[in-house]
């Protein structure tokens, strides 16, 4: 061993090749950060959490495919559905091969190159994606519903089914645009060999591992410029923008559901009951959506403050760091299984707080069932008819309703999902 060109490469941060007595400068590409906890985390809860989360978004997005539950919003909760099935499965072959099976034991043994590869993309390149498509999908959904509610007469021919899916698609596209730089940023290289690095100084050791090679895009724009302008691109557009408009959007769905529950109390002593059953079943689909963007936003919004704060660290660096880096990696498995738990939930809310919702899933397994409940539901139609106070308001087909009078009539139109005018 040269010790004057050991001593060079260790204050250098490379690795001083014993074999070959040179010093090889290589960014190795850590599997985990923590294998301990990272085992525990994702080799055991994980697995059981995505059972859960696949057995609730496949019934979702089954119930909602169904051609009577075709609206709006249903359409929207389908494909966060799917969104939220993809953030789930992604990373599932990874972290079953890796912790669940145990292959992190002795890995400077057994590491393979094809490990790094998999690793990146289940865990690192494709996540993001669907997790961004899923936080727009919640603003459409937001934002759709706050329009139905607070503009009923501009709704029917914004939000329609088919602006939804464009909408879906759009969202998808760009997603998927500004998640790809991900995937190109690095190669991967495997080192195996007997080497000296600047935490082990003492004595040579074997280490076998994965390192990092730039792309050419990389290597030509800079790695500041390339991973500043990835992070920075996602801060703003997939985190601070968004959750933003959740929370404006929020606030306006609750100043619109008092609204509305101060139309069905007038409606009720006008004793119209039909009516006042109807807002009663739109309000309650508002409230719903509120819950799903006011849990979304719980388990986000402290992984998007972590977010933004690594990239202003990065950008401008200080003397001192406001993150501990050592427990990073915990926080962000903890709320990824955080985040991941509220899927099955949202599967309960709709159960909960959608009685179509309930019928059209025991119709998947009781066709008994969903009879005696139409029959019901036919029956309390027909003695809400005959209780009703007849209406006596007929509006023009060429009039066009500009204020909300006490005599307006409100109607649903299943194609929409909402309330008008």
Same mark, same amino acid.
């Given at each position: 061993?040269?010790?004057?060109?050991?001593?060079?490469?260790?204050?250098?941060?490379?690795?001083?090749?014993?074999?070959?007595?040179?010093?090889?400068?290589?960014?190795?590409?850590?599997?985990?950060?923590?294998?301990?906890?990272?085992?525990?985390?994702?080799?055991?809860?994980?697995?059981?959490?995505? &059972?859960?989360?696949?057995?609730?978004?496949?019934?979702?997005?089954?119930?909602?495919?169904?051609?009577?539950?075709?609206?709006?919003?249903?359409?929207?909760?389908?494909?966060?559905?799917?969104?939220?099935?993809?953030?789930?499965?992604?990373?599932?072959?990874?972290?079953?091969?890796?912790?669940?099976?145990?292959?992190?034991?002795?890995?400077?043994?057994?590491?393979?190159?094809?490990?790094?590869?998999?690793?990146?993309?289940?865990?690192?390149?494709?996540?993001?994606?669907?997790?961004?498509?899923?936080?727009?999908?919640?603003?459409?959904?937001?934002?759709?519903?706050?329009?139905?509610?607070?503009?009923?007469?501009?709704?029917?021919?914004?939000?329609?089914?088919?602006?939804?899916?464009?909408?879906?698609?759009? &969202?998808?596209?760009?997603?998927?645009?500004?998640?790809?730089?991900?995937?190109?940023?690095?190669?991967?290289?495997?080192?195996?060999?007997?080497?000296?690095?600047?935490?082990?100084?003492?004595?040579?050791?074997?280490?076998?591992?994965?390192?990092?090679?730039?792309?050419?895009?990389?290597?030509?724009?800079?790695?500041?410029?390339?991973?500043?302008?990835?992070?920075?691109?996602?801060?703003?557009?997939?985190?601070?923008?968004?959750?933003?408009?959740?929370?404006?959007?929020?606030?306006?769905?609750?100043?619109?559901?008092?609204?509305?529950?101060?139309?069905?109390?007038?409606?009720?002593?006008?004793?119209?009951?039909?009516?006042?059953?109807?807002?009663?079943?739109?309000?309650?689909?508002?409230?719903?959506?509120?819950?799903?963007?006011?849990?979304?936003?719980?388990?986000?919004?402290?992984?998007?403050?972590?977010?933004?704060?690594?990239?202003?660290?990065?950008?401008?660096?200080?003397?001192?760091?406001?993150?501990?880096?050592?427990?990073?990696?915990?926080?962000?498995?903890?709320?990824?299984?955080?985040?991941?738990?509220?899927?099955?939930?949202?599967?309960?809310?709709?159960?909960?707080?959608?009685?179509?919702?309930?019928?059209?899933?025991?119709?998947?397994?009781?066709?008994?069932?969903?009879?005696?409940?139409?029959?019901?539901?036919?029956?309390?139609?027909?003695?809400?008819?005959?209780?009703?106070?007849?209406?006596?308001?007929?509006?023009?087909?060429?009039?066009?309703?500009?204020?909300?009078?006490?005599?307006?009539?409100?109607?649903?139109?299943?194609?929409?999902?909402?309330?008008?005018?």
């Amino acid at each position: 061993i040269n010790e004057s060109a050991l001593a060079e490469c260790l204050e250098q941060r490379g690795w001083y090749e014993v074999c070959l007595g040179e010093c090889v400068f290589k960014d190795p590409h850590q599997l985990t950060s923590d294998t301990s906890f990272e085992e525990g985390i994702y080799g055991k809860v994980f697995p059981v959490l995505v &059972i859960f989360v696949i057995v609730a978004n496949v019934m979702v997005a089954l119930v909602l495919s169904k051609r009577h539950m075709v609206t709006p919003t249903n359409v929207v909760l389908k494909y966060m559905a799917i969104a939220d099935l993809f953030v789930g499965l992604t990373p599932l072959p990874w972290t079953m091969f890796y912790f669940t099976f145990k292959n992190f034991e002795d890995q400077e043994l057994r590491v393979e190159l094809w490990w790094c590869y998999v690793q990146k993309y289940s865990m690192d390149a494709f996540p993001p994606i669907f997790h961004n498509i899923a936080m727009w999908l919640t603003v459409l959904l937001a934002g759709q519903r706050f329009i139905s509610i607070s503009y009923p007469m501009y709704s029917r021919s914004l939000c329609n089914v088919s602006n939804v899916r464009i909408c879906t698609f759009v &969202i998808g596209a760009i997603s998927l645009v500004c998640g790809l730089p991900k995937s190109f940023d690095y190669n991967f290289g495997l080192f195996d060999g007997s080497v000296i690095t600047e935490q082990n100084q003492t004595t040579p050791h074997h280490l076998r591992t994965c390192f990092l090679l730039p792309t050419a895009i990389v290597r030509h724009l800079g790695e500041n410029v390339f991973f500043s302008t990835y992070f920075w691109t996602r801060s703003i557009f997939f985190v601070i923008v968004p959750c933003t408009l959740l929370i404006a959007l929020n606030a306006g769905l609750l100043r619109g559901i008092r609204k509305a529950q101060q139309r069905k109390e007038r409606l009720l002593r006008e004793k119209r009951s039909r009516d006042a059953q109807r807002q009663t079943d739109s309000n309650s689909t508002s409230i719903m959506l509120v819950v799903i963007v006011s849990i979304f936003l719980m388990v986000n919004l402290p992984q998007a403050m972590f977010m933004v704060i690594m990239c202003i660290e990065q950008t401008f660096p200080g003397n001192e760091s406001i993150l501990n880096w050592k427990y990073a990696g915990v926080f962000l498995a903890v709320n990824n299984m955080l985040v991941m738990a509220t899927y099955p939930i949202n599967f309960a809310i709709y159960c909960f707080m959608s009685s179509s919702f309930r019928q059209t899933f025991r119709a998947m397994f009781c066709s008994a069932c969903l009879r005696g409940e139409q029959e019901s539901a036919a029956f309390a139609d027909r003695k809400l008819e005959n209780s009703a106070v007849p209406l006596v308001k007929f509006v023009p087909e060429d009039h066009t309703l500009n204020t909300c009078d006490e005599n307006s009539i409100y109607r649903r139109d299943r194609r929409n999902d909402s309330v008008f005018l």
